[in-house]
């Protein structure tokens, strides 16, 4: 699985959306490559899953691709939360 964490510039939040994001998928034991972008090349990163923040989530509606949306980067819990009821509602 790919998942794409993203903001406006693809540098700041995005980066420690990732870095989260990667310990959250490291203690679920998932198989997942994970990366950050900026929202205007998301669409078409490949990714399988776009985790970006609350405040983004009008720029990302139209995506195919399935957004989470996450209100505190730093909350491992909530990432962690988010991410396993996507893959419960996926069948994984």
Do not use: R, W, Y
């Not at 693809?10 to 679920?28: A, C, R």
């Not at 009008?58 to 991410?83: G, H």
């Amino acid at each position: 699985m790919k998942i794409l964490t993203v903001c406006g510039a693809g540098q700041g939040s995005s980066l420690i959306l990732k870095m989260n994001v990667q310990d959250v998928v490291d203690e679920l034991g998932l198989d997942a490559e994970v990366d950050n972008g900026n929202i205007s090349t998301a669409k078409n990163s490949g990714a399988d899953l776009i985790l970006a923040g609350e405040f983004h989530e009008d720029a990302l509606e139209d995506f195919e691709v399935p957004v989470i949306t996450v209100s505190d980067f730093m909350d491992n819990e909530e990432i962690k939360s988010k991410i396993q009821n996507f893959l419960e509602e996926k069948g994984e």
